[in-house]
């Protein structure tokens, strides 16, 4: 399975944390969405990592190019 791109991952991530927050859910339900909703918000994290290290190259050259 491919990693879904970050707004992907985010919006998913919101709805996770919203029908956490809405409450009635099952135990067993519960820690499932937990579960996704951690790998979703590292799935983002990795993604800004990526645009992140790729906005501080892209710096880095047009300082060299000064």
């Given at each position: 399975?491919?990693e879904?791109?970050?707004?992907?991952?985010?919006?998913?991530?919101?709805?996770?944390?919203?029908?956490?927050?809405?409450?009635?859910?099952?135990?067993?339900?519960?820690?499932?969405?937990?579960?996704?909703?951690?790998?979703?918000?590292?799935?983002?994290?990795?993604?800004?990592?990526?645009?992140?290290?790729?906005?501080?190259?892209?710096?880095?050259?047009?300082?060299?190019?000064?």
């Amino acid at each position: 399975m491919t990693e879904p791109g970050y707004e992907q991952a985010r919006d998913e991530l919101a709805a996770v944390v919203a029908r956490l927050e809405a409450g009635g859910l099952p135990l067993e339900e519960s820690l499932t969405l937990w579960e996704r909703g951690e790998s979703l918000a590292k799935i983002c994290d990795r993604h800004l990592a990526g645009a992140r290290e790729r906005v501080e190259t892209a710096l880095a050259a047009a300082e060299a190019t000064d």
